[in-house]
C-alpha cells in the first residue's frame, strides 16, 4: 500500500488505521461522516475509540460549522444530468441534480425503469449535451435491466452503443443483504472510472420482501435507513448523482388520503432530495409530480416514453 492517508489521526495506531483500511475507510472524509456504531463494527472496537477515531478525522477534515458562504462554493460543484426531456429537467430544476439523491415512485410501468436507463445513457454526453462525460453504476434488484434498450437509447442520442454499454456497470442484486454489499464496491469502481451516475432500480423491493414478516418492519426500515445514509455519503463525498425507484402499491384497502404513497414511508423521505410520483397517461404519455423539493415548487410536468427514449 502506498501512503497512509490515515497515519497522522491522534490516537491511530498501525492496526487500527490498516482495519479501518481494510473495512474500507480509506479517506478522512469517510471516517467523519460515519457514526459510531459504523466504526465500531469495522474495526471491532469499543464505542469510546469509535469517538475518538471519527472525532480526529472531523478535526482534521475541519468538518464542523462552515459559512454558508462555503456551502455555496461547494453547491457550485454541483452538476446536472438531463433527462430527454426539457419539461422533465425544468421541473427538477434542470436536470437530475450530483451530490444528491433523486426518487422516482409510481406504479408498474410508469417508466421508473426506462428514466434509470436514459440517464445511465445522458449521463455520459459531453456537458455541452446535458451530460457529466461519465459512467455509471447500475443497481439492478428486479432483473429489468436490458442492455438492448440502453444500446436503443444510446443510439438515438447519437453514441456509439458499445461504448455506452461498456461505461455502465451493473450489478443484479438477489437479496437485501447483497445490496448492501454491492454498495461497497461502488466507492471503489466510482474512483477508478469516473462515475457520476448510481441508480438503485429499486431501492426497496428487496427489502420488502425480506422484511415482510409480522414485526420485521422495525428492522427493515433501519437497514433500509442506514442504506440510504451510506448512499447519501457516497454521492456526497464524490459528487455522484443518484437515482433511485421505488414502487407504489395500489392499495384499494385504503379509503383516505393518497391511496400511492411510496413504499419505504418517511424514511426515503428524509434520505431524497427531490422525490417525484410517476404516473402513465394516455400512450406514451407520463405525468410527473414533483413532492417537497428544498427550494423548488411543487408542479407537474409531461413526458413521454418513445422508441428512442425519454422526450418531451
Ligand atoms: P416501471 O415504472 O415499472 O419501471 P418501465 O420503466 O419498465 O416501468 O416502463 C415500461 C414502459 O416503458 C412500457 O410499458 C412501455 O410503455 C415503455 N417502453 C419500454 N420499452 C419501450 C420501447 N422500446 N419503445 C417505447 N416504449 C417503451
Ligand atoms: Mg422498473
Known amino acids: 500500500m502506498a501512503k497512509n492517508p490515515l497515519k497522522d489521526l491522534p490516537g491511530v495506531g498501525e492496526k487500527t488505521s490498516e482495519k ?12 467523519a461522516a460515519a457514526s459510531i456504531g459504523e466504526i465500531c463494527d469495522a474495526i471491532e472496537c469499543g464505542e469510546g475509540t469509535a469517538e475518538k477515531v471519527i472525532e480526529g478525522a472531523r478535526q482534521a477534515v475541519n468538518m464542523d460549522f462552515e459559512t ?3 456551502v455555496y462554493e461547494k453547491r457550485k460543484l454541483v452538476r446536472r444530468i438531463t433527462t430527454g426531456s426539457k ?29 434509470a436507463f436514459q440517464l445511465s445513457v445522458n449521463v455520459q454526453l459531453p456537458e455541452e449535451e446535458g451530460g457529466l462525460a461519465g459512467g ?13 434498450r440502453v444500446e436503443q437509447m444510446a443510439i438515438a442520442m447519437g453514441l456509439d452503443p458499445k461504448e455506452v454499454l461498456k461505461n455502465i456497470f451493473v450489478a443484479r442484486a438477489y437479496n437485501s443483504d447483497h445490496q448492501i454489499l454491492l454498495l461497497d464496491k461502488v466507492k471503489d469502481i466510482a474512483k477508478e472510472n469516473n462515475i457520476r451516475l ?4 429499486s431501492l426497496t423491493s428487496l427489502f420488502r420482501s425480506d422484511y415482510s414478516g409480522r414485526g420485521e418492519l422495525a428492522p427493515r426500515q433501519q437497514k433500509m435507513n442506514r442504506y440510504l445514509h451510506n448512499i447519501q455519503k457516497i454521492s456526497e463525498v464524490n459528487n455522484i448523482a443518484v437515482y433511485i425507484t421505488n414502487q407504489v402499491m395500489a392499495n384499494p384497502g385504503q379509503l383516505f388520503g393518497d391511496p400511492t ?29 414533483l413532492i417537497d423539493a428544498p427550494s ?13 427514449g425519454i422526450r418531451d
Not at 136 to 148: G, Q, S
Not at 198 to 201: A, F, G, K
Not at 262 to 282: D, E, N, V
Open 198 to 201: 448510481l441508480v438503485v432500480d
Open 87 to 115: 419539461a422533465l429537467d425544468d421541473l427538477l430544476g434542470g436536470g437530475v441534480e450530483t451530490a444528491s439523491i433523486t426518487e422516482a415512485h409510481g406504479a408498474f410501468g410508469s417508466s421508473k425503469t426506462q428514466l
Open 68 to 70: 454558508a458562504e462555503a
Open 261 to 289: 404513497t411510496p413504499a419505504g414511508g418517511h424514511i426515503l423521505g428524509h434520505a431524497a432530495t427531490y422525490r417525484m410520483y410517476l404516473r402513465k397517461s394516455k400512450d406514451q404519455k407520463r405525468v410527473a409530480k
Open 20 to 31: 479501518l483500511i481494510e473495512a474500507g475507510y480509506d479517506d478522512l472524509m469517510a471516517i
Open 136 to 148: 455509471a453504476v447500475f443497481i439492478d434488484t428486479e432483473n429489468t435491466f436490458r442492455p438492448e
Open 296 to 308: 423548488l415548487p411543487d408542479s407537474e410536468a409531461i413526458f413521454k416514453v418513445t422508441e428512442e
